[in-house]
Nanobody, 127 residues
Framework: QVQLVESGGDLVRPGDSLRLSCELS????????IAWIRQAPGQEREAVSY????????LYLKAVEGRFTISRDNAKDTVFLQMNRLKVEDTAVYYC????????????????????WGKGTQVTVSS
């Protein structure tokens, strides 16, 4: 059974950077497209970034474009989310989620399409 484990969340100040990691076990990362999804307090979950299985293209929520970078190391079965210039509104629990490879990513923000989910890591941005 595929399992995903996130790490790297922390309490930081506005303008700081963090790098989140998502390690996949029980399968091969190159079989899956991966999304980072966040849930702020009192808010619905929203997908913030996506990488297709081969890593040839990535997608971002407009609010994080230019500040966040998703990458993947298929040899290490790990996906990263580099978050720069963090803002208070980035505070959330960040989850990684996986779905089978294929498709063009056009429905990457549809959370119901992700089969496997991690338990999340807390990112708090506060002065």
């Amino acid at each position: 059974q595929v399992q995903l484990v996130e790490s790297g969340g922390d309490l930081v100040r506005p303008g700081d950077s963090l790098r989140l990691s998502c390690e996949l076990s029980g399968g091969f990362l190159n079989h899956y497209a991966i999304a980072w999804i966040r849930q702020a307090p009192g808010q619905e979950r929203e997908a913030v970034s996506y990488t297709e299985s081969g890593g040839s293209y990535t997608l971002y929520l407009k609010a994080v474009e230019g500040r966040f970078t998703i990458s993947r190391d298929n040899a290490k079965d790990t996906v990263f989310l580099q978050m720069n210039r963090l803002k208070v509104e980035d505070t959330a629990v960040y989850y990684c989620a996986a779905r089978g490879r294929g498709g063009d990513g056009s429905n990457w923000r549809a959370l119901s399409t992700y089969r496997f989910w991690g338990k999340g890591t807390q990112v708090t941005v506060s002065s």
